[in-house]
């Protein structure tokens, strides 16, 4: 499977890691299955989600967990944010290059409400207690759900994260904003309009996210690899750095209506054709302009 | 939700060693974990499925499964999410054959 | 419930907090402590410029005042739902007052908060729940989505949510639930600087969340998955 967005979590972790490294933990004949959505007759999987264990990347020992966005839409239970959560205390105890998170998440699970909540803010926890004992987690986002919710922010929180122009990067999905604000707020069904406002390109040239990728594994597998050998770099001078950056981000677009002002603002002359632009050749026009 | 299962004798006893899950549990789609059951001479299939009211259409499905492929020791589960019965024997035959390819030893 | 009212019973030597628009800052005396206060009131949407303020107050104390512990002081509707902030990056703008939190706690901060009002995910997650130890007053509520805009979206009946809402934890909005699930770790009443100082005390620097949830039974599975996962 060459396409990240086309695999599912269990093919993203042969086409990212190095061949017969890969050790699941908690694989789908433990059974660990939601007893939540039982409660409400929907269908559960064995491994509620999200594909957990070891491996190697590049040489890189890692510990790396996949979420499979085609189940409840990648959203994050009890179970799941447990496994992701457990394998993180694991990384306390074993060495590690750093841990690898192919997310891709509707964010909390509706259906496991307070459950989901609490779940979700214990991987953003133990992703931000990771960052400061000195390990590097490093996130994917380039799948067909997108990554929002409280899982948008532990994506935020990640040391770095490498998408591709499919992925996308918020905090409240464009129909929830189109529900709670009517369509003038946000037209969700406008999808040039939602590239423009959480997709990959945006995102990377607004500085959230670090590498922008082609949709195809051995490309987020090599990004992946430069990522986690970019270390580690929490402290108060990083943070105040980026209180800085964030700052002047919001001085200098917080009037702008499109992510078009915004590109236009960042040096490129016609923003029409970001979204036209080759990968590589964005990346490259863009190490002049990036605004972090 | 409705569980089902069923049972199949009378077929070669399978080798393999590892379990191996196939497919997603999303909208028209399921998966199916197999494994070795070292003491056993049949083969189960444990089914939960969101679609209720068609035990008829999945114990055809099941049998002809097993008549195409006569594993046993071999037990089959299946979280199952609305898929058509093409989709069902599509995924159980790619399940056999990733049980039984060369990675099952 | 007013913060002014909470701010006078939980710092019974004093406090110089002022609310600018939506974001409440200062500094208040509880006992011989000194805390730094940050958080919101009017259930305020926390959009990007609120988050940085937060953020802001957080690195300001590490900054000038080691060790000194951080309140937070919650009333929030939730985050904003405006296209605007998507564009800017809030996520990004949420997951940096996270990171911050963390920060301080492991430069020696202890971090407390306390839902006086309400609080909705997206604007309690980098705050309230990154805390030591997070409490509530008996009368709040915790949530993640209004039950109308849940069935939308998962298209479960707003009846049969509504319904759950009254009986199961899972689903049920008062923070008792939270205390049951180990999110929340009590409610707070009576004597609050006498809480506050307690928590103070009390209040461990690692996530044990799960291990409170397991005990009182309110979520039974993640500790114990969790374990799984890092020991198998």
Redesign the interface.
């Known amino acids: 499977m060459q396409s990240y967005y086309e695999a599912t979590a269990r093919e993203r972790i042969v086409g990212i890691l190095d061949e017969g490294s890969w050790r699941e933990i908690l694989p789908p004949t433990t059974r660990t299955l939601s007893p939540h959505l039982a409660a409400l007759d929907l269908p559960a999987a064995f491994d509620d989600g999200v594909v957990i264990g070891s491996g190697a990347l590049d040489n890189l020992p890692v510990l790396l967990a996949s979420q499979e966005g085609g189940f409840m839409g990648g959203a994050v239970g009890e179970i799941q944010g447990a496994k992701i959560v457990g394998l993180f205390e694991r990384a306390k105890a074993q060495r590690v290059a750093g841990i690898v998170l192919l997310l891709e998440s509707g964010g909390v699970r509706l259906q496991e409400a307070n459950a989901g909540l609490i779940a979700v803010s214990e991987v953003i926890r133990a992703i931000c207690a990771a960052r400061v004992r000195g390990t590097p987690v490093v996130a994917a986002i380039g799948g067909k759900f997108g990554c929002f919710g409280g899982m948008g922010i532990a994506a935020g929180c990640c040391t770095r994260i490498v998408m591709s122009e499919e992925g996308r990067l918020g905090l409240s999905g464009p129909e929830v904003i189109e529900t709670a604000r009517g369509v003038e707020e946000f037209d969700s069904l406008d999808r040039a309009l939602v590239w423009r406002t959480v997709g990959g390109k945006h995102r990377f040239l607004l500085g959230d996210c670090a590498m922008l990728v082609d949709d195809r594994q051995a490309a987020f597998r090599e990004a992946l690899a430069r990522a986690l050998r970019a270390g580690e770099n929490l402290s108060l001078e990083s943070v105040q750095h980026e209180q800085q950056i964030l700052e002047e981000r919001l001085a200098r677009f917080g009037s702008h209506t499109d992510g078009e002002d915004i590109w236009r603002d960042l040096g490129f002359d016609k923003p029409a054709n970001v979204p036209l632009l080759a990968t590589d050749a964005l990346v490259a026009l863009s190490q002049q302009t990036r605004a972090a | 939700m409705e569980r089902l299962q069923f049972r199949f004798d009378g077929g070669r006893r399978a080798t393999a060693v590892n379990s191996c899950v196939v497919g997603v549990v999303a909208s028209g789609n399921l998966e199916v974990l197999v494994e070795p059951t070292q003491a056993s001479d049949d083969c189960t299939i444990d089914i939960s499925t969101a679609a209720n009211g068609f035990g008829e259409v999945w114990h055809a499905v099941m049998a002809d499964f097993f008549e195409r492929h006569r594993l046993v020791g071999i037990r089959i589960s299946i979280n199952d999410a609305g898929a058509t019965p093409a989709i069902v024997a599509l995924r159980l035959d790619q399940a056999i054959e990733e049980f039984t390819g060369p990675d099952s030893r | 419930m007013e913060w002014d009212s909470v701010a006078k019973r939980l710092f019974d030597r004093g406090h110089d907090i002022v609310a600018t628009g939506d974001l409440l800052s200062g500094t208040g005396h509880c006992g011989d402590t000194t805390f730094a206060v940050v958080g919101s009131t009017n259930h305020a949407e926390i959009g ?2 609120l988050t ?1 303020a937060m ?2 107050r957080v ?1 300001e104390t ?2 000038e005042h080691p060790n000194r512990p951080i309140l937070f002081l919650i009333d929030t509707q939730g ?1 904003r ?16 007052l ?6 301080a706690r ?2 020696g901060h202890r971090v407390l908060a306390l839902v006086y009002d309400q609080a909705l ?2 604007g309690f ?2 705050s309230g ?2 805390a030591d130890l997070c409490a509530a007053l008996p009368g709040a509520e ?4 209004n039950l109308a ?2 069935a ?3 298209r ?1 009946p707003e009846e049969r949510l509504t319904a759950l809402a009254k009986t ?5 909005p008062g923070a008792v ?2 205390v049951q ?3 929340v770790d009590a409610l707070w009443d009576g004597d609050l600087a006498a809480r506050l100082a307690a928590a103070l005390r009390d209040a461990s620097s690692t ?1 044990t ?2 291990e409170l ?1 397991r005990a009182r039974g309110g ?1 039974e ?12």
Do not use: K, W
């Open positions: 990007v410029e940085l953020a802001r690195i590490m900054r985050q739902l405006r296209h605007r902030d998507e564009l800017l990056g809030i996520h990004h703008y949420m997951a940096h996270a990171q911050c939190v963390e920060l492991s430069r995910s997206g997650l980098a729940m990154m915790i949530r993640v989505m805009a849940m939308r979206v998962t479960l199961s934890p899972v689903f049920a639930n939270y699930m180990g999110a996530d969340r799960r949830g979520r599975l993640a500790a114990t998955i969790a374990e799984r996962a890092a020991a198998e």
